[in-house]
């Protein structure tokens, strides 16, 4: 069976850091490990997936060349991670197969002023509208 890869762009910091204790003296790495595992644990709400690409580092950005709301203008880290899945159109259809990744994320709490480079009027993903700081592309589809 073939699987079906996605890829997630975002402007919230969900660098992988390992920091896994709450107990931790570095509250900041834990706070980025915190926001990647959300991103995480709002896949599998639908499927098991298997993570071929970490955001272990942003790339700087420029918004206009990206998928991103309005609100957000010119040059930004962007963090990036791929995934994989094995059921086709687990997350929409084929007229539009990132709907339901795009609701599951739409709103969800995370934790800001880490090491973003834009002014998060929110401490949530949006994925629609011109608070938009994270989509997502489709590949071998």
Not at 1 to 13: G, N
Not at 14 to 35: E, M
Not at 75 to 93: A, L, S
Request: with cysteine.
């Amino acid at each position: 069976m073939k699987s079906t890869r996605y890829a997630v762009y975002t402007l919230i910091d969900i660098t992988v850091t390992g920091v896994l204790s709450n107990n931790s003296s570095d509250r900041f790495k834990r706070n980025q490990q915190r926001n990647w595992e959300t991103a995480q644990q709002i896949i599998g709400l639908r499927t098991q997936a298997t993570i071929v690409a970490v955001p272990a580092s942003p790339k700087m950005i420029y918004i206009d060349t990206h998928e991103f709301g309005s609100y957000y203008k010119g040059q930004h880290k962007c963090w990036k991670f791929i995934f994989e899945v094995e059921q086709h159109c687990i997350f929409g259809t084929s007229d539009d197969p990132v709907k339901l990744l795009r609701n599951d994320f739409e709103s969800v709490p995370i934790i800001k002023n880490l090491d973003e480079t834009v002014d998060l009027p929110d401490p949530v993903f949006y994925t629609e509208g011109i608070l938009k700081n994270t989509y997502f592309k489709i590949f071998d589809y």
